[in-house]
């Protein structure tokens, strides 16, 4: 089933509120001591370009 344009924009609203609340913790952690974090964070913004 095809997604609407209202969903794919209410999809990348998703991401990006993500990523802004993953940032602050990402920079509280510059020794990357919590792997899964920076790993979803990486993902996520990947996730953005490809696409938005």
């Known amino acids: 089933m095809a997604k609407s344009k ?3 924009g209410r999809k ?9 609340e993953l940032e602050p913790k990402a920079r509280d952690d510059p020794l990357k ?4 974090l920076h790993e ?8 953005l370009q490809e696409e938005g």
């Open 12 to 20: 990348l609203q998703n991401i990006k509120r993500r990523i802004e």
């Open 40 to 47: 979803e964070l990486d993902k996520l913004k990947k996730k």
């Open 6 to 8: 209202k969903d794919l």
């Open 33 to 36: 001591k919590n792997h899964a």
